[in-house]
C-alpha cells in the first residue's frame, strides 16, 4: 500500500524497488553442484546437512570431524565439496529487496538500468544494488513492513465481528493497568518487541509502570546498551542513586533515569551544554556512531571548548565527554523506539483486553509455521482459551474466535499441506449449500481439482471429519473416495454441457469398505505432524501413573529445584542439533509431561553414547542437573535418559 501511495504521488516513472542478488551458501552450493554432477539427492542432502548453519566449507572441514572424515574417504564427496568451494559466495539469483524503495525526481530509467522481477511482471526494480544505487545519490527510502500492523488490524476486525464494538486505538488510555500488568508479569508471548525469555527477564526485575519504560527497554535491549539495563532498573526503584555530571543534564537525562538512551538526548546535551547547531549535533552523532577516531578528536575539541564557553569548567566538560561517549556510541533513535513502543503498547492493550481475539489474529499470522502454533496454544492453556481442533462444519480459513466463550477454533488453512485452493472451495460450497450432512455428502459436494489424496490424507489425519466419519476408515478408502468424486465431477461438467443438468438428489451415495480404526498412537503422530501438537490426547495419558511414581512433574521444577539433580519422564516433542567449537554434535531438546515442558541439554558425550535414544515423540525418563539460565522453561543438564518400554 505504501509503495502503491508514493508511485501515484511521485510518478511510476520515478519510484522503484531494489534488487538484491542471493548467494551460494555453504549449503546451497553442495545441493546444486551435486544436482549437476548427478548425484543421489539423498546423498547431497546427508553431506548439506552437515554443515552448521553460518559455517563456510573451510570451516565446517577444519571444525566438524565427520565431515572431515567423508572429505578424506570418499571420492564423491571429496569432488562435490571442492568444487562447491569454488562456486560457494557466487551470486545464485535476483530478488527484490525487503524494503528499499528509491524515488528520484526524474525518469529513473534515464538515470539506472531497470528490469521486472521474476515473481511479478508488473513490478519495476533496478539492476544495481542498494550501495551502487547510494553512491549515484538517488534517495533511497526504507519502508519497513510489520506483520505486527496486521495482527493489530485482524484483531481490531474480529472485535468487531465477535463483539459488535469499535476499538479506536488512538484514543486508548495510555496508563491502562491491565496492559501494565502484562508488562509487569512479563506475559508478553505475541507483544510485538517484547518476547524474548531475556526481554521477560528484565520486564519482570522493571515492573514497567509507565509508557516511556517500555520506549527505553526497546532501545536498550541490544548488544552493547544492554549492559546498562541493570543500572536503569536499580535507579527506577531507588537502588541506586540518579547523579548528574551537570545541572542541565537533568531534565534532558530525566526520563531514562539518567542514562544517554537516545542520540536524540545526545543531541541535546551538545546543544545545551557546547552550544551546538542542530546540524553540528547531528554531525556529532554521526561521529559518535561510526566510531572514526580524527573526527571524534576534532569533535571533542569542539565540544570541550563549546561547554568552555558556556560557562561550564574545563574538567567537568572533560568528564562529561568521556561520560557520554560510551552511552552515545550505543545511542538509537528515540523516535524509532517511541514507534516500536506504540506497537508494543498496542498489542498489550489487545491481548490484555480482547484476548481470544488477540491469539486467534495472531494464530492467523503464523499458520505457516507449525513449531510456532504449537507454542502459541500453549500460551492460549495458560491464558485460559481453549483452542478446538479444526472440524470440517466449524472452521474457516483460519483461526477463528467461537462467539460467547473463551474458545478459537483452528483454521483449515493451518493443516499442513492443505492449500488455499481447496479451502476456498470447501467453504464457497458450505456458504452455498449449508454444512455437510455427512462423508458422503461432503465428497460429492466439492468440486475442485485440489480436492487431491494429499490435501484428504491431511484432513483427515488432522481430524477434520471426525463428526463424519473415522480417520482410519478415510485412509483406507482414499482411492474409493477420489474415483468417487472424480466420476461425480465429470459427470456434472458433462451435464452442465447438455440440455439436461444433474442434480444434488441424483448423486449417488458413497459406500466405505469397514476397516479397523485409526490407533490413539498413530492419531497423535498425524495431529503433531500436521497440526504441530496433540489435540485428541496426550502420548503420555496411559502412562499417568508409572509417571507419577517414577518421576517429578515438570511443573513442580519451577519452584526451588535449581541446581539439584532430577529425574523427568515425558515425551520427545523437538530436538535442535547444534555443532560445538570442538566440531561435536550436541542437542537441544524440549520434553514434555501432562503438566509441563522442559528444555533438555545433551552434551556429546552423553549423546555418543546413546545416540538412537534421541529421536522426536520417543518416551523417555530423563536424569539430570537444573539448570535456571532460561526463564520461562526450565533446563536440565542431562546425565542418563532412559527409554519407556512399558505401559
Not at 357 to 370: C, I, N, Q, R, Y
Request: charged share 25%; with cysteine; glycine share 6%.
Amino acid at each position: 500500500e505504501v509503495i502503491n501511495y508514493v508511485a501515484e504521488r511521485y510518478g511510476r516513472e520515478k519510484v522503484a524497488q531494489i534488487i538484491t542478488f542471493g548467494t551460494m551458501a555453504a549449503r546451497a552450493a553442495v545441493r546444486d553442484v551435486g544436482r549437476a554432477m548427478g548425484l543421489p539427492y539423498g546423498f547431497c542432502d546427508q553431506v548439506a546437512k552437515m554443515i552448521p548453519f553460518g559455517m563456510t566449507l573451510n570451516e565446517t572441514l577444519e571444525k566438524v570431524a565427520e565431515f572431515r572424515q567423508l572429505y578424506s574417504t570418499d571420492e564423491n564427496a571429496k569432488k562435490l565439496i571442492d568444487f562447491s568451494k569454488k562456486l560457494e559466495g557466487v551470486a545464485r539469483h535476483a530478488s527484490t529487496h525487503a524494503c528499499g524503495v528509491i524515488i528520484s525526481d526524474q525518469p529513473l530509467h534515464d538515470v539506472v538500468p531497470l528490469q521486472h522481477p521474476t515473481q511479478n511482471d508488473a513490478a519495476i526494480v533496478t539492476q544495481y544494488e542498494m550501495h551502487s544505487i547510494e553512491d549515484l545519490g538517488l534517495l533511497k527510502m526504507d519502508f519497513l513492513g510489520l506483520k505486527n500492523l496486521t495482527i493489530i488490524e485482524d484483531t481490531l476486525a474480529r472485535v468487531y465481528r465477535v463483539r459488535n464494538e469499535q476499538v479506536n486505538l488512538a484514543t486508548i488510555p495510555q496508563n491502562d493497568p491491565d496492559t501494565f500488568r502484562i508488562f509487569q508479569e512479563a506475559k508478553t508471548t505475541g507483544v510485538f518487541q517484547l518476547e524474548s525469555d531475556g526481554m521477560k527477564k528484565y520486564l519482570k526485575e522493571l515492573k514497567p509502570t509507565c509508557f516511556e519504560d517500555i520506549v527505553a527497554m526497546v532501545a536498550l535491549y541490544r548488544p552493547g546498551p544492554i549492559q546498562f539495563i541493570p543500572d536503569y532498573i536499580d535507579r527506577k526503584h531507588g537502588r541506586k542513586p540518579v547523579e548528574y555530571l551537570h545541572p542541565k543534564l537533568e531534565p534532558i537525562l530525566k526520563n531514562t533515569q539518567g542514562i544517554c538512551v537516545y542520540q536524540e538526548q545526545l543531541m541535546q546535551i551538545a546543544r545545551d551544554i557546547a552550544g551546538f547547531s542542530l546540524a553540528e549535533a547531528d554531525i556529532l552523532r554521526k561521529a559518535v556512531g561510526k566510531k572514526i577516531p580524527e573526527l571524534l578528536k576534532a569533535q571533542k575539541d569542539k565540544f570541550v571548548q563549546g561547554a568552555v564557553g558556556n560557562n561550564v569548567s574545563q574538567k567537568v566538560a572533560e568528564a562529561l565527554w568521556e561520560w557520554v561517549l560510551p552511552f552515545a556510541s550505543y545511542g538509537f533513535n528515540r523516535s524509532h523506539s517511541v514507534a516500536y513502543g506504540i506497537i508494543a503498547y498496542n498489542t498489550a492493550y489487545l491481548k490484555s483486553h480482547y484476548p481470544p481475539e488477540f491469539m486467534s489474529a495472531l494464530l492467523t499470522s503464523e499458520k505457516a509455521d507449525v513449531e510456532r502454533i504449537a507454542f502459541l496454544i500453549d500460551e492460549c492453556k495458560t491464558m485460559g482459551i481453549e483452542v478446538l481442533p479444526p472440524e470440517i462444519n466449524e472452521s474457516f480459513r483460519n483461526f477463528s474466535v467461537v462467539p460467547q466463550e473463551n474458545k478459537i477454533r483452528f483454521g483449515l488453512l493451518a493443516i499442513k499441506n492443505v492449500g488455499s485452493n481447496i479451502v476456498d472451495a470447501i467453504l464457497e460450497e458450505k456458504k452455498s449449500n449449508g454444512p455437510f450432512q455427512s462423508f458422503s455428502d461432503f465428497a460429492s459436494r466439492i468440486n475442485n481439482k485440489d480436492f487431491n489424496k494429499k490435501s484428504l490424507e491431511s484432513m483427515a489425519k488432522a481430524g477434520v471429519f471426525d463428526n463424519l466419519a473415522e480417520r482410519g476408515q478415510i485412509l483406507d478408502n482414499m482411492e474409493t473416495i477420489l474415483a468417487f468424486n472424480r466420476d461425480l465431477r465429470k459427470e456434472k461438467s458433462s451435464a452442465q454441457k447438455s440440455l439436461f443438468g444433474i442434480t444434488a438428489a441424483a448423486a449417488p451415495a458413497l459406500q466405505l469398505k469397514e476397516t479397523p480404526p485409526a490407533t490413539t498412537d498413530a492419531k497423535l503422530l498425524w495431529e503433531k505432524e500436521l497440526l504441530g501438537l496433540y489435540i485428541s490426547a496426550h502420548p503420555l495419558h496411559n502412562l499417568k501413573q508409572i509417571m507419577q511414581s517414577r518421576a517429578l512433574p515438570i511443573k513442580e521444577l519451577r519452584d526451588n529445584f535449581f541446581s539439584y539433580a532430577v529425574r523427568i519422564g515425558g515425551v520427545i516433542s523437538s530436538i535442535k542439533k547444534i555443532i560445538t567449537k570442538k566440531g561435536q554434535p550436541m542437542l537441544f531438546m524440549k520434553v514434555e509431561d501432562l503438566t509441563d515442558k522442559a528444555e533438555v541439554v545433551v552434551f556429546p558425550s552423553i549423546l555418543e553414547s546413546n545416540p538412537e535414544m534421541f529421536q522426536e515423540n520417543k518416551l523417555i525418563f530423563v536424569t539430570g542437573k537444573v539448570d535456571s539460565r532460561k526463564e520461562d522453561i526450565p533446563t536440565i543438564i542431562c546425565q542418563d535418559i532412559e527409554e519407556v518400554l512399558e505401559i
